[in-house]
């Protein structure tokens, strides 16, 4: 996904500057941890078991939809699976695991995961990245795959389908993370009527079939993850950053993180703070800043000073090669010190923080 | 999508072959110490027509006729872009990373999927970071890595599905041996870049929690998190960092422990990695 961004290496060591300051002054006039204004909504394609549609300030739009078919489960060791773990049992004298702990073996491959991004092919490795980024985050708390299991013989596959409907003027990340969870939220499967390792019978009836993730009952403790992108320049760190601000950013890293909510206590009146984050996956993102073009400091421009003094521009071409000098961009080089992405997570975990108002935010969608 | 250029083996409704007669130890506990790192074997300049290229081989289990994981990796360029390319004031890098077809249990295609897709994307932002691309304006470097036997070819890795986990101990490997065949192809770094694991696994006996670098995803009961990272060492700095999975709420384990025992392990393999390339200088000087 390395776009060329039209920037002159002036333009960038001026947003670069800008943005290191404390408190950082964003292009966009946004503080360093709000997120663009958004619109969304749900429940908008009737052919889905679920969908979504999420529109940014700047006039990207993605729309997920989640269809789900019924498949066989298939035993990796073929129609004698059954006879060998008989006979691996048998013969080892170990258990082999309770019957009831493979009663609900799930796998990750249940969950496909497809993104289509105007202008990219679809088997790019850019979006290959994104899709496999997203599709990790969700299978990581390994709740989604159990919810896909019906019986020992059948099970769910899910397929997810995110298609970015504006060109990609930002890395996409966030908002097809935010579209995905909407998505996911508002997916109905039909209501199981058979019993055991039949085979699955489904009620018809559309109105009985219950969410996916249900929102109240005991089983309201998981949600699906969201991923955010944040950016570090310099000293600051900036959330949801736009494409110039993520072509001057030093590194960039997507944090996937999912709420569980603790179970209250019976009958305590506590206002509901129960809200757990907790760290999924993380990803680098390679940061498109390190295919900018360079600053010549002018005092090394033979137009700008008009002399060929050439000993001393070979003396300053070796100078500015180790040194970076103030106001001349210079792509990043080097990886990021750990410290630096350590603060990135811990702005990210912080209570009450960027991801707690996302999610009150995803929260007052309207699922329908 | 199908490939039509090639006649290819049947579509997948074959299955691998079930042997009884193997010995049924699927308990195979792991023997180093928590803190080791598995032996490694790397050369480079194996492919005399590549630019640089390198061999890494990672040792399999004691006592297992089961394989460990063996890479190659070669480095073609820096060479001129194609005509038809668009002016880059840098080294433009691209990276493919592919499975052989009988590296893994089950037949992978000619074709790369998206785990290989995937695997090629993090180690391009690992070695990214590390190599000084405006030394080599308007030029392109292709690396290529391919694992010619991954580590779950047995049996018990597909029964147990762990191959997952797996997915970090290749990226960890491939930027071992790409970050050496870079070094042999002559190309400016800022740095060696070595990759390590480190995981956080839960074994049979109780339930305990542990840290251990270099994981082997079948020598334990069950992995609950692992983390893979692209470490520069001069440098002290992260070129790419990957982590997955479920950390307890409480206790001790957190991610920057996980972290920094993956960077503890990155730093056992560049000194793998320094030894070869100092190894090769004196057998050319002498």
């Known amino acids: 996904m390395a776009q060329q961004t039209l920037l002159s290496p002036a333009e960038l060591a001026y947003l670069h500057s800008s943005l290191s300051l404390s408190p950082p002054i964003r292009p966009d006039g946004r503080t360093s941890k709000q997120f663009r204004p958004l619109t969304a909504e749900t429940g908008i394609l009737p052919g889905t078991n679920g969908s979504a549609r999420v529109c940014l300030a700047d006039g990207t739009e993605a729309i997920v939809g989640v269809k789900a078919e019924i498949e066989k489960t298939a035993d990796p060791l073929g129609d004698d699976g059954e006879r060998y773990r008989e006979y691996v049992k048998s013969a080892s004298g170990v258990g082999g695991g309770d019957a009831d702990e493979d009663r609900r073996e799930a796998r990750g491959e249940w969950l496909e995961m497809t993104v289509e991004i105007p202008g990219l092919r679809d088997d790019d490795a850019g979006t290959v990245f994104l899709a496999e980024l997203l599709r990790e985050a969700l299978l990581a708390d390994g709740e989604l795959a159990r919810k896909l299991w019906i019986n020992r013989r059948f099970h769910w596959r899910l397929y997810l389908d995110i298609l970015l409907i504006s060109p990609p003027l930002s890395y996409p990340l966030p908002l097809l993370s935010l579209t995905t969870h909407l998505a996911l939220l508002a997916t109905r499967l039909p209501r199981l009527k058979s019993e055991g390792d039949e085979d699955p019978m489904f009620d018809d009836d559309w109105e009985a079939a219950p969410f996916l993730y249900p929102r109240q009952g005991a089983a309201a403790g998981s949600r699906p993850s969201i991923t955010l992108l944040v950016v570090a320049v310099g000293d600051s760190i900036l959330f949801d950053p736009s494409k110039e601000e993520l072509a001057v950013a030093d590194s960039a890293l997507a944090v996937s993180l999912c709420e569980v909510r603790r179970e209250r206590g019976q009958g305590s009146m506590e206002v509901d703070s129960g809200r757990e984050l907790r760290l999924v996956a993380m990803r680098t993102i390679d940061p498109p800043s390190r295919l900018t073009p360079p600053g010549v400091p002018s005092t090394a421009n033979l137009a700008a000073s008009g002399t060929a003094d050439v000993p001393l521009q070979q003396k300053q071409q070796q100078t500015a090669d180790e040194a970076p000098q103030e106001g001349v961009w210079k792509a990043p080089l080097g990886g990021t010190p750990f410290a630096v992405l350590d603060s990135i997570i811990q702005a990210v975990l912080e209570k009450g923080g960027v991801a707690d108002e996302v999610l009150d935010g995803l929260e007052g969608v309207d699922l329908t | ?286």
């Open chain 2, 1 to 286: 999508m199908a490939d039509r250029r090639r006649i290819n083996g049947p579509g997948g409704s074959t299955l691998p072959p079930v042997y009884d007669d193997t010995e049924l130890d699927a308990v195979s506990l792991r023997q180093r110490a928590p803190d080791a790192i598995r032996p490694l074997y790397l050369k480079t300049g194996v492919t005399p027509s590549a630019s640089g290229s390198a061999y890494l081989e990672i040792e399999p289990r004691e006592g297992k006729h089961g394989s460990g994981m063996k890479l190659a990796c070669t480095v073609h360029g820096p060479r001129s872009l194609p005509r038809s390319a668009p002016f880059s004031p840098y080294m433009v890098l691209s990276t493919h990373v592919k499975f052989a077809p009988f590296a893994t249990k089950q037949r992978r295609g000619y074709l790369r999927d998206s785990s290989e897709k995937d695997l090629g994307t993090l180690l391009e932002t690992a070695l990214r970071g590390a190599m000084i691309a405006d030394r080599w304006p308007k030029s392109g470097v292709d690396v290529v890595v391919t694992i010619i036997e991954g580590e779950s070819t047995r049996q018990d890795a597909v029964e147990r599905r762990v191959e997952e986990w797996d997915a970090m101990n290749v990226l960890g490997g491939c930027i071992t041996v790409a970050s050496a065949a870079i070094a042999d192809a002559g190309i400016d770094c800022v740095d060696t870049v070595s990759g390590g694991v480190a995981a956080l696994v839960a074994d049979k006996d109780g339930g305990e929690l542990s840290m251990v670098l270099d994981p082997v995803a079948l020598e334990h009961e069950s992995v609950l998190a692992a983390c893979c990272v692209a470490y520069l060492p001069n440098r002290d700095e992260v070129t790419n960092l990957w982590f997955r999975g479920q950390l307890p709420s409480t206790g001790t384990h957190n991610y920057q422990t996980l972290v920094s025992k993956a960077v503890q392990a990155s730093k056992g393999v560049h000194g793998l990695i320094s030894a070869s390339l100092s190894e090769v200088i004196e057998n050319s000087q002498a």
